[in-house]
């Protein structure tokens, strides 16, 4: 794999991006499928963009694996499974974006889909004798494989509530593991990050605040499902594996902070750990700043230094490990307390809605 395949993954993911994310947003328009105004906008605006997302990267991969990447069987045999889990993962987004599923069916179905992609990762790196383990490991590892893909696509769906924000983040994300991918010589893992940064930036130039498009649960699925595969795939050969762990979930910090913030709250609140609501890190700090561009660029910017911090700590640093874990214990404690107070004691469910739906107007605020 050369420079100049990395840079035609990054290239033509964002371009294709640029070209089909205007395309989806008057096919929607078309058949009417918008979303009308309520708490998240104030706006008719498309919410199918993760099929923008989801083509661009398809459509990139393509020619990248054909023509730049020096891969053999296994990176052929990947790209099937990419188009499968994305088309079940656009599946579900699009009838969650059109119907609203019921949160238990959901998480099924996502379940379904974790246990999909990483059975068939799995039995393609044994099969093609990528990953050496012994047999009685293999149990272990699919339902751990499977969890952690479970957890990195609810992250990345939760932490969609505002204009750009997830975007933006899968930007950074794909940034730090392709660096990752460089540093541990996983050209793979490069391509696949590099693919969804540009994916995610191409997409970002529409839904970046005030949003004309949303990249809807098929976006942020999807993307989340292939952070998740990227993660897995950096933990190979298996040396300096609790760095290479840490590191992806550091990388991974702010969303899932945000996840861990949202069952902890509504289990200190004793609420239904599943209820939507607008408590999330992104709507407490929407209340603060009453600007959706401050709070991108805040959550931006941490999720940039957890990016530096989990890249250097995949390369067995300690001192970035002891710092990320200090600033996301530190955020993870100061939000937690002023979420509980907050709700609490310094405002109703009506106040919070009330505060959140007067900058969603102009911002695009989503209850998760």
Known sequence: MTNIGFVLALGLSAGFAVVFTPIVRAVAA????????????????????????????????????????????????????????????????????????????KLILQISVSVFVASVGLALLDHFRVLRVPLYLLLPLFGGASVWMLVVTTS???IDGLDGLAAGLACIAGASFAAAGIFLNQPLAVVLSLVACGASLGFLRYNFPP??????????????????????LLLIPGTNLFF?????????????????LAFSRRIAMRRPIFEADHRHLHHMLL?????VRKVDATLWTLAAAF??????????????????????????ALALRRMVRFSTSE??????LGACGIVASTGGSRAR
Not at 41 to 56: F, K, L, Q
Not at 244 to 260: E, H, K, S
Not at 287 to 291: A, E, L, V
Not at 347 to 352: G, L, R, V, Y
């Open 287 to 291: 209340y603060r700043f009453r600007s």
């Open 347 to 352: 405002a109703s469910e009506e106040k919070i």
């Open 30 to 105: 078309r058949l009417n499928i918008l979303e009308k105004p309520n708490g998240r906008t104030s706006r008719d605006i498309a919410h199918i963009g993760g099929a923008a997302i989801i083509g661009a990267i398809l459509f990139a991969l393509i020619p990248v694996f054909l023509f730049a990447v020096d891969g053999g069987a296994l990176e052929r045999s990947l790209i099937p499974v990419l188009i499968a889990s994305g088309f079940l993962v656009f599946l579900l987004g699009i009838i969650d974006d059109l119907r609203s599923l019921h949160y238990l069916y």
């Open 211 to 232: 949003a004309t498009i949303f990249m809807g649960d098929s976006g942020s699925l999807f993307l989340g499902l292939l952070f998740g595969l990227v993660s897995l």
């Open 156 to 158: 990345f769906n939760l």
């Open 244 to 260: 290479r762990m840490a590191g992806n979930v550091v990388v991974l910090g702010v969303p899932i902070l945000d996840t861990a």
């Open 307 to 332: 990016g530096a911090l989990g890249v250097l700590t995949m390369r067995g640093s300690v001192p970035a490990l002891c710092a990320a874990v200090a600033l996301l214990a530190g955020v993870y």
